[in-house]
């Protein structure tokens, strides 16, 4: 069975810092995903990483995949307060995505100026 | 997102009571989930499709039923809410595809 856990759970940064957000998981994933979302909204996705070694980068956000270490990273370089929200890592096990995703509890992400 | 509706947006309810909730694709994807989101949780899986009258129970699924008669629409039916079913359910959507899947808008249920 896939656990994933995510730290931190809340962070509190100020704009112009960089910090990063750590996704563990327990077993062999298939893919990693990231997700964003906003207060009352959908999720929106960020990056999906298939690959050992896989670096997906959109503006100030960066992430990569380790499978050997079962670790995926989201950088945010040089924050913003736009990217106030909340992050979530999920891992998929089975080909296909036949049984869905398994998620984090997510990081709260508070970016102040 | 155009192609993922979710039916209604907010509902609340008795406890006991039945509650139906619909998921509308025009996509066309193969695989539709339903996940429910609680403070502290994250997402966790319900039921899932992976085509029409193919379910499968997911990590939390005790009190719900689903049914997918057609391959556009996923319903989520909670026999007889309970409090602790207060939450937000979102639907997904998913083609097998290196684009992952899409999530719907959400339903926000409340069970008094």
């Known amino acids: 069975e896939l656990k994933v856990e995510q730290n931190p759970l809340f962070l509190s940064m100020q704009e112009g810092k960089n910090y990063t957000i750590y996704c563990n998981y327990s077993t062999t994933s298939d893919r990693l995903y990231w997700y964003r979302q906003d207060p009352g909204k959908s999720l929106e996705s960020l990056f999906v990483?298939?690959?050992?070694?896989a670096v997906k980068q959109e503006g100030r956000l960066m992430a990569s995949l380790d499978t050997k270490a079962r670790l995926s990273t989201l950088h945010i370089t040089a924050a913003v307060h736009d990217l106030s929200a909340t992050y979530f890592c999920a891992g998929q096990t089975s080909g296909g995505g036949a049984d869905g995703l398994t998620f984090g509890k997510g990081t709260h992400l508070i970016i102040q100026p | 997102d155009a192609g993922i509706t979710q039916s209604p947006r907010h509902k609340v309810t008795e406890t006991g009571t039945p509650v139906t909730l619909r998921c509308h694709q025009t996509e066309n994807h193969r695989y539709m989930y339903w996940y429910r989101q609680d403070p502290g949780h994250g997402l966790r899986l319900i039921h899932y499709?992976?085509?029409?009258?193919?379910?499968d129970k997911g990590e939390v699924s005790d009190g719900y039923s689903v049914s997918r008669s057609k391959t556009e629409d996923f319903l989520l039916t909670l026999e007889s809410a309970t409090s602790s079913q207060t939450s937000v359910y979102f639907c997904a959507i998913s083609a097998q595809t290196l684009f992952g899947y899409t999530f719907g808008s959400g339903t926000r249920l409340t069970v008094v």
């Open positions: 499709s992976y085509g029409v009258k193919d379910t």
């Open positions: 990483l298939l690959s050992n070694g």
